[in-house]
């Protein structure tokens, strides 16, 4: 998948966009439980952080900006509270992912 990774100055990922197009919420579960770290994945409905969840211990979420973007931003909830985190093992799960379409048109290892 197509990420877009926010740093901050000191070099260290911030967070990251990926387009809400493709990904809807089910497999959007299924890949943010498979991260080590990630736990109480939630559904939000009235919120524009349309999913929270914890990553190492901090609050985290999957953020829409304006209720109807075509990314969503994920990151943690307050990303100056605890810059020592590393993002990086999520975005680099979304990177690798391969949503349903993708996987049935180019099977992995023919890129």
């Keep these: 998948m197509k990420t877009y990774p926010i740093y901050r100055p000191d070099g260290s990922l911030n967070g990251f966009e990926v387009t809400s197009s493709w990904l809807t919420f089910r497999p959007l579960f299924r890949l943010l439980r498979s991260v080590a ?3 109480d994945v939630r559904r939000n409905w009235f919120n524009d952080d349309r999913i929270t969840f914890t990553f190492q211990g901090k609050a985290a ?3 829409e900006p304006w209720g109807d973007n075509s990314r969503y931003w994920i990151g943690l909830q307050d990303p100056d509270a605890a810059p020592e985190v590393d993002l990086e093992p999520l975005h680099q799960a979304f990177k690798r992912y391969r ?3 993708v996987m049935t048109l180019w099977p992995w290892g023919s890129d």
């Design 99 to 101: 949503g349903f379409l």
């Design 37 to 39: 770290g990630v736990g």
């Design 61 to 63: 979420v999957v953020h």
